[in-house]
């Protein structure tokens, strides 16, 4: 019989040895899905983290999922830089909770890791399969932009937000916005090349308090959000800024639009892609998942219409498939594009999109990569609890 010669005690095993004695990796314990919400749910707190932090300064971006970033929200699921999104913005965390929440994401990726040097096609560790709900990307023809008719566009839309009547928060009660969502997914086929798929539209709810100290999400489309949602509650009242705001909050900014644009690039300076385009993803987030004053509605849409690059686009479509006009401004480092959508008729705002205007990332020209469409905003007595005709939200566990 051949026996293996013994090794000297302090000679070590190589690494081909050693993987010979240990047992092969099982399946991974979370599905890529879960992994992409908890990589999302981490980079979320880093950026609430960053604004409590870093005083007078913008964190951000969905947007991007921000259907992220600015690209929009990304609320939970999406992308950093796709929104992600971009979620309602919400108080910072404490760093207690970054910290477990980069532990789960690490543990998350380790065992997805072993998973893959097993498994998938040829052993390249790759998936063989988008992530659990993802659809294929749709892709558009790139309308061009233009300035003229933008003058005329904003005036309008200015004229109807500063006349909009819109809900005014009592004691205690709290403000609702209902959306329907998607954003870009991250996956790349077992052939190494990256396709651009994203969630399924869902709906997504958020409530808030005036002061923003309590609130709750709901989006139990995303595995990182239990069904019965998550709590926004921030128990010690963080700082409120422009990146993470409340409505009290907004009530104290200025109307007026060069007044406000001034204080959008101040505190912005330094974030995102450049001053221009974080000027524009930081109004885009006020817009997305608020209630905000008509008066600065109206402020804020002319202040956007200063800012160098921004456009008017003839048609786009919200998540809801409505059609409209849209105020929208290309990100020069991805060469993404954000647009705001208004209703053609009472120029309302409808939603947002994002569009891919040239290959870019793995992402080919005219991929569209979020979508949201805000459906209800309201006030309510309490959280989890639906304006009229809507329904209740399932009890508190």
């Given amino acids: 019989m051949i026996r293996t010669p013994r090794r000297r005690r302090e000679e070590p095993l190589d690494h081909a040895e050693l993987a010979r004695l240990l047992p092969a990796p099982g399946d991974p314990e979370l599905s890529s899905d879960r992994l992409n919400g908890l990589e999302e749910h981490l980079m979320t707190e880093i950026r609430n983290l960053t604004s409590d932090t870093a005083p007078d300064a ?25 929104r992600a999104p971009r979620p309602a913005r919400r108080p910072g965390r404490r760093p207690v909770l970054v910290g477990v929440a980069a ?7 380790g065992i997805a890791g072993l998973a893959g040097s097993s498994g998938g096609s040829g052993g390249s560790g790759r998936a063989v399969a988008p992530p659990a709900g993802a659809v294929p990307a749709p892709v558009v023809q790139v309308v061009r932009g233009s300035t003229a008719g933008l003058a005329g566009a904003v005036a309008e839309i200015s004229g109807a937000a ?5 809900p005014e928060p009592g004691p205690g009660q709290f403000l609702y916005v209902r959306s329907e969502v998607s954003w870009l997914v991250s996956w790349e086929g077992a052939d190494g090349k990256n396709r ?17 100290d309590k609130g709750w999400l709901m989006e139990p489309y995303k595995e990182a959000v239990d069904r019965d949602g998550i709590t926004l509650d921030d128990p010690e009242g963080g ?10 909050y907004l009530r104290t900014l200025p109307t007026d639009p060069g007044l406000l644009l001034k204080k959008i690039y101040d505190e912005t300076g330094g974030m995102g892609n450049g001053p221009d385009q974080q000027a524009f993803s930081t109004i885009g987030d006020l817009l997305r998942e608020q209630v905000v004053p008509p008066k600065l509605a109206a402020g804020l849409y002319r202040a956007a219409a200063r800012i ?4 008017l686009v ?31 008729e009472t120029y309302t705002y409808l939603g947002e999109r994002t569009v891919q205007t040239r290959d870019a990332e793995g992402i080919e020209a005219g991929t569209v990569r979020g979508r949201t469409a805000v459906t209800d905003r309201a006030v309510v007595d309490a959280v989890k609890q639906r304006p009229a005709g809507l329904g209740d939200a399932p009890p508190s566990a």
Avoid: K, Q
């Avoid at 913008?58 to 796709?82: I, K, L, M, W, Y």
């Avoid at 651009?196 to 923003?212: F, N």
């Fill in 58 to 82: 913008s964190p951000h971006t969905a947007s991007d999922t921000s259907p992220g970033a600015s690209t929009g929200a990304p609320p939970v699921g999406a992308p950093a830089r796709n």
């Fill in 103 to 109: 532990a789960l994401v690490l543990a998350a990726a």
């Fill in 162 to 166: 500063a006349r909009a009547e819109l």
């Fill in 196 to 212: 651009s798929y994203v969630d399924e539209i869902h709906p997504r709810e958020v409530w808030m308090s005036p002061d923003g």
């Fill in 239 to 248: 700082v409120r800024t422009l990146n993470s705001p409340s409505y009290d």
């Fill in 308 to 311: 160098p690059g921004v456009v």
């Fill in 314 to 344: 003839d048609d786009s479509v919200d998540a809801a498939g409505r059609h409209g006009v849209a105020i929208a401004r290309t990100d020069e480092a991805d060469g993404a594009r954000t647009e705001w959508i208004f209703d053609r």
